[in-house]
């Protein structure tokens, strides 16, 4: 994060990097119905965080992707299938 | 490309690529749930759910110098025979396994009340008879499918329901001895020291991110609702049975760095806490260590070398106090209930019948009797077996009775030439592991073998 080469996200770019998160490694696809919570959530923490004195742009987004990884998914049950 | 340290090769072995061990400690989830959320079916989860209840962890001691653990304790005080060390902590002592009375060397009774409840006796054979035959009596002489080594079958079983982070056993207390180094289908296993764990997994309280952490858990409560409320019944079953609130995540943390910092040395006290530290972070299911209990005493006039392992003379967590440390440590974390403790050696050492050991000189390998310790939640207190003359004065271990534990000169449903086999099939039931389930994991003619249904309560 923020590496000066290879990293995956920049802090410049929070709202990406958190869409990323979602999709990526919470696994939650953009037409998931929980896709745009899980965005408001980690959007929140990455806010909040960076409102707590002394904390950085990279260590807000560090924290945001510390709770990302850490947050449980399931697959979807796919609807059964009726025969015509 | 960026040089691979020892420190990541370690972290790996532990805690999986891209230390997923990590993430499941912090959530509490399994493994495989961790590493592959969408792809976890219902069975698997169901699985996890049940194991919470019914299965064990294993912690064991094997010793491959064959020590005296076997030679003083209850069941051993039966036959009048059977040499004793002299010294005071040796004389015969009654005292209770739960509600049965017993008489043994005064140092077993020291195990406090809570343990000795819990705690059996079983004696056996190994058939072993010089220390180079250890990796063949931890698979029992091979009896067991795929030559696998007995830890490595509980390991096999218990791993997928408790979702560790790896299906091998891991041994802390080796001490750079090969012939104690675990083998699991067929790799023989990297051993991990204490003190290299802790070094491993302390680290700083001061970065900012750690710093965050309160901020993040109120995050994963908000994360975890949102996963629960797309779930199906059973998958939130799930995350309500396994998912730890963040709180839970802090305290269990906290502890565990406490239990960590705590590691001073690589003795029998650092192995006690690693092997709780590894459990309690579900890492493995199956953790081997090493305690002392009077080593290869071929030469020890008086038998003081079994009396300063067996009181822990030297104050390196050996003998009866090191089990005691062992259990002191599971029951820091809370494991108590979750964790069952056993012991299993290359061979047993002479009871009786031979100048050396009638005179006090010390005690020769013995192939004929070795003791195994259970001591869990699924352990009926007791003895399992017993000792009996086998040949002009010399006492091995006798047949058993399978329902009752009873030590029979002949005709036990468990001839002593299968009470190894039984011993281990024991040890897998006293896991949670159903006695059917185990069946495979023995070659064709040892299927046939009982556990000792006396030794276990809450058999499946």
């Given at each position: 994060m923020d590496a000066t080469t290879g990293g995956v996200y920049q802090s410049s770019d929070a709202a990406g990097a958190i869409e990323d998160m979602v999709t990526k490694i919470m696994g939650y696809a953009p037409s998931d119905p929980s896709h745009a919570s899980a965005v408001q959530i980690l959007t929140d923490h990455d806010t909040a965080a960076l409102a707590v004195q002394g904390t950085t742009a990279t260590s807000a987004l560090r924290s945001t992707f510390s709770a990302a990884c850490q947050a449980p998914h399931f697959r979807r049950s796919r609807p059964v299938r009726t025969e015509r | 490309m960026k040089p691979v340290t020892r420190r990541q090769t370690l972290l790996t072995a532990l805690f999986g690529t891209g230390y997923v061990g990590l993430r499941a400690l912090a959530t509490g989830l399994p493994a495989w749930f961790v590493s592959k959320p969408t792809a976890a079916s219902a069975d698997e989860l169901?699985?996890?759910?049940?194991?919470?209840?019914?299965?064990?962890?294993?912690?064991?001691?094997?010793?491959?110098?064959?020590?005296?653990?076997?030679?003083?304790?209850?069941?051993?005080?039966?036959?009048?025979?059977?040499?004793?060390?002299?010294?005071?902590?040796?004389?015969?002592?009654?005292?209770?396994?739960?509600?049965?009375?017993?008489?043994?060397?005064?140092?077993?009774?020291?195990?406090?009340?809570?343990?000795?409840?819990?705690?059996?006796?079983?004696?056996?054979?190994?058939?072993?008879?010089?220390?180079?035959?250890?990796?063949?009596?931890?698979?029992?002489?091979?009896?067991?499918?795929?030559?696998?080594?007995?830890?490595?079958?509980?390991?096999?079983?218990?791993?997928?329901?408790?979702?560790?982070?790896?299906?091998?056993?891991?041994?802390?207390?080796?001490?750079?001895?090969?012939?104690?180094?675990?083998?699991?289908?067929?790799?023989?296993?990297?051993?991990?020291?204490?003190?290299?764990?802790?070094?491993?997994?302390?680290?700083?309280?001061?970065?900012?991110?750690?710093?965050?952490?309160?901020?993040?858990?109120?995050?994963?409560?908000?994360?975890?609702?949102?996963?629960?409320?797309?779930?199906?019944?059973?998958?939130?079953?799930?995350?309500?049975?396994?998912?730890?609130?963040?709180?839970?995540?802090?305290?269990?943390?906290?502890?565990?760095?406490?239990?960590?910092?705590?590691?001073?040395?690589?003795?029998?006290?650092?192995?006690?806490?690693?092997?709780?530290?590894?459990?309690?972070?579900?890492?493995?299911?199956?953790?081997?260590?090493?305690?002392?209990?009077?080593?290869?005493?071929?030469?020890?006039?008086?038998?003081?070398?079994?009396?300063?392992?067996?009181?822990?003379?030297?104050?390196?967590?050996?003998?009866?106090?090191?089990?005691?440390?062992?259990?002191?440590?599971?029951?820091?974390?809370?494991?108590?209930?979750?964790?069952t403790f056993a012991t299993m050696n290359v061979f047993g050492r002479d009871l009786s019948g031979t100048t050396k050991v009638s005179s006090r000189a010390g005690r020769d390998h013995f192939g004929n009797h070795s003791v195994m310790m259970l001591i869990g939640k699924n352990v009926n207190p007791g003895v399992t077996g017993g000792v009996t003359d086998i040949s002009s004065g010399v006492y091995g271990a006798s047949d058993i009775d399978s329902q009752s534990g009873g030590s029979l000169a002949s005709g036990g449903d468990i001839p002593r030439a299968d009470t190894h086999v039984a011993a281990a099939k024991t040890l897998g039931v006293a896991l949670g592991i159903p006695a059917d389930a185990l069946n495979a994991d023995f070659t064709a003619d040892n299927q046939a073998v009982k556990y000792a249904a006396s030794a276990v309560v809450n058999a499946t």
């Open positions: - | 169901a699985c996890a759910i049940d194991a919470k209840e019914n299965l064990q962890y294993l912690v064991v001691s094997t010793s491959s110098a064959g020590d005296s653990i076997s030679c003083n304790c209850p069941g051993t005080y039966d036959a009048s025979a059977v040499i004793h060390p002299a010294q005071a902590e040796f004389a015969a002592t009654s005292f209770s396994l739960g509600d049965k009375a017993v008489s043994a060397a005064q140092v077993w009774s020291t195990l406090t009340p809570a343990v000795l409840a819990r705690t059996n006796f079983f004696h056996h054979v190994t058939g072993g008879t010089v220390h180079g035959d250890h990796p063949k009596v931890m698979r029992l002489l091979g009896k067991l499918a795929g030559n696998e080594m007995w830890p490595s079958i509980y390991a096999k079983h218990l791993a997928p329901c408790f979702g560790t982070v790896q299906a091998e056993p891991l041994a802390v207390g080796t001490g750079g001895n090969a012939l104690e180094l675990l083998s699991y289908t067929g790799r023989t296993l990297p051993a991990v020291e204490p003190m290299q764990l802790k070094q491993l997994l302390t680290g700083s309280t001061k970065d900012p991110v750690v710093k965050l952490r309160s901020l993040r858990d109120s995050t994963l409560d908000q994360l975890n609702q949102l996963a629960k409320a797309s779930g199906t019944p059973e998958q939130q079953r799930f995350l309500d049975a396994l998912a730890l609130s963040q709180n839970q995540v802090r305290q269990l943390a906290e502890t565990l760095a406490t239990t960590l910092d705590s590691i001073t040395d690589n003795n029998v006290g650092g192995q006690a806490l690693a092997a709780a530290a590894l459990i309690a972070a579900n890492v493995t299911p199956v953790v081997t260590l090493h305690i002392p209990f009077g080593k290869d005493n071929h030469d020890d006039a008086d038998l003081y070398d079994e009396w300063f392992d067996h009181t822990d003379h030297g104050s390196v967590g050996a003998g009866v106090p090191g089990i005691q440390l062992v259990m002191d440590a599971l029951a820091s974390l809370g494991l108590s209930d979750k964790v």
